[in-house]
Structures are given as C-alpha cells and as structure tokens.
Nanobody, 116 residues
Framework: QVQLAESGGGSVQAGDSLRLSCAASGRTFSSYTMGWFRQAPGKEREFVAA?????YYADSVKGRFTISRDNAKNTVYLQMNSLKPEDTADYYC????????????WGQGAQVTVSS
C-alpha cells in the first residue's frame, strides 16, 4: 500500500513563501496523479492543485501556487508564494490511481499558518 508523507509546513507572514513536499512509497509513482488539498479550521476540505500529465489549480491559488513532481524521487511539491492569511490550513497530499478527481490515498497533513 502506498504511503504518503508531507513535510515543509510552518508559520509565516503574509506575502511569504513556503514549499510543501510529499514523499510517496511504491514503485509506480510516475503513473499516479498527485494532488494537494487543504482544510481550514471549521471548513470542509478543498482541492488546491493536482498534477498528472497536466496541472490543475483551484481558482483561489492560481498564479500563486505551483505544483510539480520529481518522479525519480517519488516526490510531489507545492510551491506557495504570496501567501495570504486565508491560506491557513492543514495541507494534505493525495494520490490517484485513476486520475483527478478520484483520490485513493492520503497523507497525514502539514500545517500552514499565515499571519497578517
């Protein structure tokens, strides 16, 4: 079973940048669609970005966040620039065997806090 482990969360000021990483176990990482989701306190989990042979972004992060992957390292990244307080959330890495938006495995989450 594939396991996902996020890293890179933290507390920053508005306007700062952070990069989240998600390392995946398994031998067929390159064939999976990988996604990032987030859940803010008291809110439902929402889609942020995904990458297969193309990339997908939520409107709220388009132009500020960039998803990328390094298949040799079994790792997907989320570069977050121009962070806003409303980006504060727990960020989750997810894996899809069949393609966006159907995800089969989830990481434990990485906390991101953006203060004004």
């Amino acid at each position: 079973q594939v396991q996902l482990a996020e890293s890179g969360g933290g507390s920053v000021q508005a306007g700062d940048s952070l990069r989240l990483s998600c390392a995946a176990s398994g031998r067929t990482f390159s064939s999976y669609t990988m996604g990032w989701f987030r859940q803010a306190p008291g809110k439902e989990r929402e889609f942020v970005a995904a990458i297969s042979w193309k990339t997908y972004y939520a409107d709220s992060v388009k132009g500020r966040f960039t998803i990328s992957r390094d298949n040799a390292k079994n790792t997907v990244y989320l570069q977050m620039n121009s962070l806003k307080p409303e980006d504060t959330a727990d960020y989750y890495c997810a894996l899809s065997r069949t393609g966006h938006p159907n995800y089969n495995a989830w990481g434990q989450g990485a906390q991101v806090t953006v203060s004004s």
